[in-house]
């Protein structure tokens, strides 16, 4: 199996066609496989830096193996609720931490919930921000694996509501 390990920043500025296809001309450049198992490439997108300094990255192909898919991962972080290990968040991780924010402060949750209208409208993302909740993920794990899910439902459902889709599950002010 031939396995490459990539450095890429995505930018999030712009329109969501520009957002979605930076990271398909990326996919792109990938060199096709030659069967499964030992014959088959997968590439590694280590697409973001938390300020904990663990990493936010793509895994492709994605377990479904469908196209663009891709697996959002983010290092040293599990999110599962047994005792397996599972680094890769699922919608309902996000849903779940975002109503925890939201009941322990509703105030810094509006503040919050702004933030992740400008990811959702393609702005990029600030780092070194001021605000922290005592429960769930850090604010820059949420705000940054956010901004994946967006792009990958962009990529999945373009010809549909792309990202749309996705934030009208996000828990409101």
Known sequence: MSIYNIEQFFSNAGSRNDVRKRVIDAFLKELAGKGKGELQTKYFYFVETLTS?????????????NGFDFLINVENVNFSKTSKVKNNPSH????????????????????????????????EIQDNLDLEFTNGYPVDLILKVLKWFFIEQDIRYWNYSGREMFMTSVPKP
Do not use: M, T, W
Not at 56 to 62: D, G, H, Q, S, V
């Open 53 to 65: 300094g663990n990493r936010i990255y793509l895994e492709r192909p994605a377990n479904l193996h």
């Open 92 to 123: 309902d991780n996000i849903f779940e931490d975002l109503e925890q924010k939201r009941n322990e402060s509703p105030k810094k949750y509006k503040k919050l919930f702004l933030l992740i209208q400008d990811v959702y409208n393609c702005k």
